[in-house]
Structure formats: structure tokens, C-alpha cells
């Protein structure tokens, strides 16, 4: 069955590691017709939406060779595809809209159809746990109660699956010096300071670009999955008034940001100090971007997991 780590990737990706995962159990279950209806599902429902080049293939006559020679074959490039979303999360929105068509179905012929069973094959894709949760809300009396029960069900796997895979991850690099390439590009000025807090975390900065200047307030609460997040564009006056309280956890640079194969690298060069940093934001776990030609011989490591090279830790 699909690894559960499937669902962070990118849906394009996972897809095809999907489908030659079910062209396996397949050949190996002698053409299961359960595992056929998964194939058939992944297919026309998953592939034909997230996956570039070639026309997908059908299942003709129990014959996987072809598929599985699409799957192997087919060119995914994830660098220019930094926007694709996570498979979890397509399965969220999939298992919400079969889930009212499964559910209106029921209802309207008084009895589970094929709806429902292709509904259990989508939440198969999450995991066998995530299909057994569904088939212990089957409804048993098709009356408003149970399905509304179905409804609060399929909402918490949908809700379940979006929380644990949209995440948003960065990779962050330790540089040298900063590239030619990057000084010749405009800059923001950042001047920043945080404000002492052990629950909430608030942010100050002034924002400098060509003849523009902003003054902005970023207040965090909680941390992980819990954390929220609030920003707000303030008056300089405020800012004035507030930035005493930063004193001692202060930073200032000036930031260029470069768009690269789909993908926008931050550079840092920090002004109060001999340090250069470069990141890049992914939208899913499970992406390894390629470090550019113009950033690479200035590269010294990854500092992504050094809390050394956060923001606020760098701050003095």
C-alpha cells in the first residue's frame, strides 16, 4: 500500500509512485479487480490533473506493462514546480467533493452506490486507516442523522490530511561572500528588532525599496500547527514608539530576491555584520532544489537546521 510519507510530496510525484505501486500489487494479486478500480481511479481522477507530458494511459485488457513504462518515463521537473500542492492536500479537496456527490447519491436512491465505493478507494490513498475510519461511518439507516455523521467524518480526514502535509518548509545556506551575480539586482533595506516575549513573539520592521518605505508588525502566538500569525502595515510614529523595546535584539540588511527555475531564492546581506545567507521557500516536504550555477561557488553549507542562523537568534 502507499507509504504515508507519499502524502507530503508533491502531488504529481506521489501520483506516479502511486500508480506504480498499485501496477505491482496488480501483477502480483493475479489482475485483483479491487486493485484494478484503484488503478482505473488514480488515472482518470489523479493523473490527468497533475501530471505534464504525455497523454495517461488506460488499463486495457489487465495489460500494466504500458503503465508502468509511462510512470518510469515520464518527466516530472520539481524545480519548475514549486507551486504544485502537497497529495495530501489534493486528497482533502478530492474526498471533500466525492464525499457530497457519494453523499447526495446515497440519499437520493436510499442506498450506498458506486459513488461510496469509489469515495473508499480515494481514502484508501490516504492509508488503510484513513479507509477504515470511512467504513465505520457508513451510514446504517440512510436517514439525516447517519449521513450527517458521515459528513463530520469525511471533514475531519479532509481536515486531518491538510494540517499534517501543507506545511511549509525552507532550506537555509551559509555563503561566502555575496554573489556578483546578486549585487548588481535591487535591494530591500530591512531594519528589524523583536520584542521580548515567551508566548507571543512580535516583530518590528522598516521596509526601504526604491523610494518607498514601510513600517510593519508581525505578531506570532503558539508554535507548530497551533502557531497564528498576524501582520499588519503600521504608522512610523507607532513604529517610533515601539522600537525602544527592541533594543538588544536588533538586525539590518539589505535583501535581494532572485526568481529561479520557478523557484525565489532570498539573499541576505547583513550590514551589522559579516554574514551573507541565502534561502529558499518549498511547499511541500520531500523537494530538493538545485542549488543555481550563480549561487554555487559561493555556497560554504546548509545551515537549515543550525538555530544559530535564525532571524531572531541572530538578533543583537
Known sequence: ??????????????IRRLILDRCET?????????TARELELALTCLAPRFCDGPRVPTLVDGDVAQLESWARVHPVDLRGRAHVPSFG??????????????????????????????????????????????????PADLDGASLEGVR???????????????????????????????????AMHLLQGYVPGSRIHERLR???????????????????????????????????????????????KLRYEI????????????????????????????LEPAIPEWLAPHLVRDVTDESAYVNANLAR
Open 1 to 14: 500500500m502507499v507509504a504515508s510519507s507519499l502524502l507530503r510530496l508533491p502531488a504529481d510525484e506521489a
Open 26 to 34: 496488480y501483477r502480483r494479486a493475479r489482475e485483483s479487480a479491487d
Open 89 to 138: 492536500a489534493v486528497l482533502a479537496g478530492l474526498l471533500r467533493a466525492h464525499g457530497a456527490k457519494a453523499l447526495a447519491d446515497a440519499e437520493e436512491a436510499r442506498a450506498l452506490t458506486s459513488s461510496w465505493r469509489e469515495l473508499l478507494v480515494l481514502a484508501g490513498f490516504a492509508g488503510e486507516g484513513a479507509r477504515a475510519r470511512l467504513e465505520a461511518a457508513a
Open 152 to 186: 463530520r467524518a469525511l471533514e475531519d480526514l479532509a481536515g486531518h490530511l491538510e494540517r499534517e502535509t501543507e506545511v511549509e518548509t525552507e532550506r537555509k545556506y551559509l555563503l561566502r561572500e555575496l554573489p556578483p551575480f546578486v549585487a548588481d539586482r535591487p
Open 206 to 252: 522598516r521596509v526601504r525599496f526604491d523610494d518607498r518605505t514601510e513600517f510593519v508588525r508581525t505578531v506570532k502566538i503558539g508554535s507548530g500547527l497551533q502557531r497564528m500569525e498576524i501582520e499588519e502595515e503600521i504608522s512610523e510614529s507607532l513604529f517610533s514608539q515601539m522600537w525602544p523595546l527592541t533594543l538588544g535584539k536588533r538586525l539590518e
Open 259 to 286: 526568481d529561479d527555475g520557478g523557484y525565489v531564492w532570498v539573499v541576505d546581506q547583513f550590514l551589522d555584520r559579516d554574514l551573507v545567507l541565502a534561502e529558499v521557500e518549498l511547499p511541500t516536504v520531500g
